[in-house]
């Protein structure tokens, strides 16, 4: 444990991309030669706009980093934060961190950006992409970048995580997130297996339907817990699903990166009336 926490704690910069590059790419190879959906699309100018955004993610990540450090920083320093507070075993502490750190910075985060309308404004950018793989993961605005960011320093401060902790709970999510939005064809002993831990593609591709209810559940990122507990998990057939968000699905609309970033600043849409009688 110890090493893995001295690899955290003194994690490069070129590791970290590493981490990203390298599971964009395993998966990128999976889905392709395993696919759920073999849609005729462009999926390298589709891959071209999510990496856009990919990048754009990492500078804002690499601007507001050092608000991270400090944080993580000064929880340690004044002992402050629930792991702080709570002497543990260093391996129990690892995992009640992670766990926590994935219900404030990604879970809360996410549900939050869906019921408040100025941060949906913002996280919408990521449901209009109607071609759901592993390039969507991150596929976000740079304002929603901001709001995401600025969880992960919120949920930093409550946990009183160290920075090592900080680094591992990111390096997780990324990879995760690439991995539950994978177009990829799992056999359903594999996806009942992980999902006892983790989010997986099969359970993640409900919440990138077109219509709510269905696009209001499945929120996780790590790990599948949440949705249980709070009630937003469903299980539906993954092959009738249609991706994209109703107030978004001209193609031309949802593909050009000039519109993307105008959307959060051009006004509300409401959501098309959900009709009960629809179902997947």
Not at 229 to 234: D, E, K, L, N, V
């Amino acid at each position: 444990m110890e090493t893995i926490i001295d690899y955290f704690a003194n994690i490069s910069s070129a590791h970290r991309s590493a981490i990203l590059i390298g599971g964009l790419t395993i998966f990128f190879l999976i889905e392709n030669a395993a696919p759920l959906f073999d849609k005729k699309h462009n999926k390298w100018a589709h891959s071209g706009l999510n990496i856009f955004f990919t990048i754009t993610t990492i500078l804002v990540n690499f601007v507001m980093a050092f608000l991270l450090v400090k944080t993580a920083d000064w929880v340690v320093a004044n002992n402050f934060g629930i792991l702080q507070w709570i002497p543990m075993p260093t391996l129990l502490m690892t995992f009640v961190g992670l766990l926590l750190l994935d219900f404030l910075g990604a879970w809360l985060a996410h549900f939050t950006e869906h019921k408040v309308k100025w941060m949906w404004q913002f996280h919408v950018i990521h449901h209009t992409d109607q071609y759901v793989d592993t390039t969507t993961a991150n596929r976000h605005h740079p304002g929603e970048s901001v709001i995401r960011f600025t969880f992960t320093v919120l949920a930093t401060f409550i946990v009183g995580a160290p920075m090592w902790l900080v680094f591992m709970y990111q390096s997780m999510s990324v990879v995760l997130s690439q991995f539950n939005h994978s177009n990829v064809k799992m056999p359903k002993w594999l996806d009942n297996a992980l999902l006892l831990v983790f989010c997986t593609p099969n359970m993640h591709r409900v919440h990138h339907h077109y219509r709510q209810p269905y696009s209001d559940s499945n929120y996780g990122n790590i790990f599948s817990f949440w949705d249980k507990i709070f009630g937003t998990y469903q299980v539906v057939d993954n092959t009738k699903l249609v991706y994209g968000v109703d107030t978004y699905m001209d193609k031309k609309e949802a593909s050009n990166v000039g519109n993307l970033l105008k959307i959060p600043f051009s006004g509300y849409r409401e959501p098309i009336e959900y009709d009960k009688e629809e179902s997947l």
